[in-house]
T-cell receptor, first 115, second 117 residues
Framework: DAKTTQPPSMDCAEGRAANLPCNHSTISGNEYVYWYRQIHSQGPQYIIHGLKNNETNEMASLIITEDRKSSTLILPHATLRDTAVYYC????????????????FGAGTRLAVHP | EPEVTQTPSHQVTQMGQEVILRCVPISNHLYFYWYRQILGQKVEFLVSFYNNEISEKSEIFDDQFSVERPDGSNFTLKIRSTKLEDSAMYFC???????????????FGPGTRLTVL
């Protein structure tokens, strides 16, 4: 699996958009970009994933560059409850992985949302 | 919304004792995983399980560890003889088959905090 690079920490004011960047310059064509977050020591929470098109759901938006070498997770209106560690993970489509589909977590970005 | 559940939330044991951590995956999911997170460190993959057998395991998952799906709904992680360094949060996850052209998203449980004294 390709590796990702994320800033170790970011701050965001409550109510503002939080834009969390991720570099994945060695991503291959059959690898998806996944975002999870972990609040305190709770289980990682799935946020969103995408292949090459931008994606949006009720939690966030995912913007993937045209060359797919980087992406940005956008929380449009951050709240205090969004304070967490955010993980960007690149993972191959199971159809190409031969059943090996573990998630490899890095250190992530610690997002602090302040009033 | 369906969710992965884990019991107990906290397990305290003496070094050398056996522990069994339990998970109930999301009901229609076919792939099951265990991860662990030592305090202050990254989340680490332990093992994946599909069709009643291990499909992949990490170097951490040595002979002291085993997994089982005993009854079609539970998924367990057993540590035969716990060590101090086994103290960690243990997370269970499950995912569905992706179908055609898709991926499978893993959903995690809340974790079991294992403390080995």
């Amino acid at each position: 699996d390709a590796k990702t690079t994320q800033p170790p920490s970011m701050d965001c004011a409550e109510g503002r958009a939080a834009n969390l960047p991720c570099n994945h310059s060695t991503i291959s064509g059959n690898e998806y970009v996944y975002w999870y977050r972990q609040i305190h020591s709770q289980g990682p929470q799935y946020i969103i994933h995408g292949l090459k098109n931008n994606e949006t759901n009720e939690m966030a938006s995912l913007i993937i560059t045209e060359d797919r070498k980087s992406s940005t997770l956008i929380l449009p209106h951050a709240t205090l409850r969004d304070t967490a560690v955010y993980y960007c993970i690149v993972r191959v489509d199971r159809m190409f992985s031969g059943g090996y589909n573990k998630l490899i977590f890095g250190a992530g970005t610690r997002l602090a949302v302040h009033p | 919304e369906p969710e992965v559940t884990q019991t107990p939330s906290h397990q305290v044991t003496q070094m050398g004792q056996e522990v069994i951590l339990r998970c109930v995956p999301i009901s229609n999911h076919l792939y099951f995983y265990w991860y662990r997170q030592i305090l202050g460190q990254k989340v680490e993959f332990l093992v994946s399980f599909y069709n009643n057998e291990i499909s992949e395991k990490s170097e951490i998952f040595d002979d002291q560890f085993s997994v089982e799906r005993p009854d079609g709904s539970n998924f367990t992680l057993k540590i035969r003889s716990t060590k101090l360094e086994d103290s960690a949060m243990y997370f269970c996850a499950s995912s569905d088959s992706p179908g055609t052209g898709g991926t499978d998203t893993q959903y995690f449980g809340p974790g079991t905090r294992l403390t080995v004294l």
